[in-house]
């Protein structure tokens, strides 16, 4: 698992970053959360909190998810991406109500500095609850069904599966996070019971030679939620701005996700878990494709900082926001242009 040395690549048209190295970027052991004994899973804070407070990126080894739910929907989503695009158009995200289903090549534009569109492809679920379900009813648009396509047969079983099992994961994650927070371990448990989770299934077609800055595979942005998880193909494209200002190329490693902090993590900490810009260019001529999970909250879950992270010295420094609002405000202005 060890990185390559670390190298400045230019990529052309202005595409300038480092090759990743494990000090970059940190490999942590989730094993120890996976124990029954309380003393042991405490040893992963001081390792997650300075990967938090540093970078806002780290590897997750040993994280538990098996590696056959991985690659059956791995292999679910290239052959829904091979698909004509007429196909998968029968569920646009802005044809349905709650905000599910595919986006296209070129449907939003995550920088929102550049005048381009994100090329990629991609397909959104979310909770899978029912028509009747009193959140949907009210009209919150991260509830309800999803918007699951004909073909292929297996699609939704896979991609179903996938994020009820990161979903259980999350909770666990929390717990780790409030560890890493000096927090009670269970903090986050109160508000993680419909909690605010999206997945989405990204293909990332090869670049072509005529691409310019305007137009890569999604743009600079920084995830909205608590956190997210990367599951990425063995093709090179994620990259995070580094604290420093360069951009490092988040390396492949099989067997692990990426997990990087969103808005609302360094919101409710006060500043003290960074949330990191990132983007994608797949500058290879082979076909990529991710799984990312964002993880929010209960979506009516509301704070202006964790108790830990505010002092005398260091007072909140935003107003109190929910999470389902937080949501709300940042999809709108990247996939509704609101």
Not at 65 to 77: F, G, H, K, N, T
Not at 142 to 161: C, I, K, M, R, V
């Amino acid at each position: 698992m060890s990185m390559s040395s670390e190298t400045i690549v230019d990529a052309g048209k202005g595409i300038r970053f480092k090759r990743n190295t494990s000090d970059i970027i940190p490999v942590l052991d989730f094993s120890p959360m996976l124990s029954s004994d309380p003393e042991i899973r405490k040893q992963i804070a001081p390792a997650l909190r300075k990967a938090c407070t540093d970078v806002g990126f780290f590897y997750l080894v040993n994280h538990g998810i098996p590696d056959a739910v991985i690659r059956r929907a791995y292999q679910a989503m290239q052959r829904y991406f091979a698909l004509p695009a007429a196909e998968k158009m029968k569920r646009h995200y802005m044809s349905t109500p709650n905000h599910r289903g595919y986006v296209g090549n070129g449907d939003i534009n995550a920088d929102h500095e550049l005048k381009g569109n994100d090329m990629h492809e991609a397909f959104e679920a979310a909770h899978d609850l029912p028509e009747d379900d009193p959140d949907y009813l009210k009209g919150i648009k991260f509830y309800g069904p999803n918007q699951w396509p004909d073909a292929p047969p297996e699609f939704a079983s896979a991609l179903g599966t996938y994020f009820d099992t990161q979903l259980e994961f999350g909770k666990t994650m929390l717990r780790a996070f409030a560890l890493a927070l000096e927090l009670p371990e269970t903090y986050f448990d109160a508000m993680y019971t419909k909690p605010m989770s999206r997945m989405r299934a990204c293909y990332y077609p090869p670049q072509q030679p005529d691409w310019d800055l305007s137009k890569i595979g999604i743009g600079a942005h920084r995830d909205y939620e608590l956190f997210t998880t990367v599951w990425q193909s063995p093709q090179p494209g994620l990259q995070v701005k580094g604290v420093g200002g360069d951009w490092v190329e988040v390396t492949p490693i099989d067997g692990t996700f990426v997990i990087n902090l969103g808005n609302l993590m360094q919101r409710w900490s006060n500043d003290v878990f960074l949330s990191r810009p990132h983007r994608v260019v797949n500058l290879t001529t082979e076909h990529r494709y991710s799984i990312v999970q964002f993880f929010g909250v209960d979506y009516d879950a509301t704070l202006d900082a964790f108790p830990t992270c505010v002092t005398e010295e260091r007072p909140a420094r935003y107003p109190p926001i929910s999470c389902g609002k937080n949501t709300e405000d940042q999809v709108a202005q990247t996939y509704y242009k609101k």
